[in-house]
């Protein structure tokens, strides 16, 4: 079965594919194809190959437009002190 667990319990078994994993982890995702060599290097069928770069393509995707949005788009907390005790006046360090 195709799960983020059994997928990342066969990355971690293996040693070439945990090289691949922490090299693009390191350097970001968008350097693509990463997909899927992963893949080969694992020894799955060409439609698991193809689930799993369309998943993580997805992903990416989703995050690019939703979640750019969300990063960038910062505002005022509604209550500025969330434990409800008075605010405090911090002592200056001169």
């Known amino acids: 079965m ?3 667990r059994t997928i990342y319990g066969e990355i971690f078994d ?8 922490c090299s ?4 970001g995702e968008a350097q693509g194809g990463w ?3 992963l893949g080969r290097i694992l020894g799955w ?3 698991t190959a193809a689930v799993l770069a369309a998943g993580t393509r997805g ?3 989703c995050e690019r437009l939703g979640g750019w949005r ?3 788009a910062l505002r005022m907390p509604a209550r500025r002190n ?4 008075p605010v405090t006046a911090q002592p200056s360090h001169a």
Do not use: I, Q
């Open 2 to 4: 195709l799960s983020a």
């Open 14 to 21: 293996n040693d070439e594919a945990f090289g691949l994993f």
């Open 24 to 27: 693009f982890a390191a350097n």
């Open 35 to 37: 997909e899927g060599h």
């Open 45 to 47: 069928r060409r439609p």
């Open 59 to 61: 992903v990416y995707a």
């Open 70 to 72: 969300r990063m960038v």
């Open 82 to 85: 969330p434990l409800g005790g």
